[in-house]
């Protein structure tokens, strides 16, 4: 059974920063391309950063500079450090696997930007 469990939101204020984890089991982390995602309310999921097997990242433009994707292979661990985070990143983060045409979710965690 795959499991993506996701950690590390919060409510922080602007200018701040959160660290997100997400641990994965059930799957063969290393060949996985992981990513992060985010849901903010009436908005559509988009796409925050990806990494892949070799290392390889890709951030929307909104985060460059921002957030930084790294990944753990010992630990089946993918990580999202975001420093100065505005309001208009509060939204549901969530932990994406991929492989080929086969994917996986995490539950998501609340990331809330406010003073």
């Known amino acids: 059974q795959v499991q993506l469990v996701e ?7 602007p ?8 641990a994965a089991s059930g799957i063969i982390f290393n ?5 992060w995602y ?3 309310p009436g908005k559509q999921r988009e796409l925050v ?7 390889t990242t890709n951030y929307a433009d909104s985060v460059k500079g921002r957030f930084t994707i790294s990944r753990d292979n010992t ?7 975001m420093h100065s985070l505005k309001p208009e990143d509060t939204a549901v983060y969530y932990c994406n696997s991929r492989l080929g045409v086969r994917g ?7 990331v809330t930007v406010s003073s």
Request: with cysteine; charged share 5%.
């Open 7 to 13: 950690s590390g939101g919060g409510l922080v204020q």
């Open 15 to 22: 200018g701040g920063s959160l660290r997100l984890s997400c």
């Open 31 to 35: 060949i996985y391309t992981m990513g």
């Open 38 to 40: 985010r849901q903010a």
């Open 49 to 55: 950063a990806t990494i892949t097997s070799t290392g």
């Open 75 to 81: 630990k089946n661990t993918v990580y999202l450090q």
């Open 104 to 110: 996986y979710w995490g539950q998501g965690t609340q």
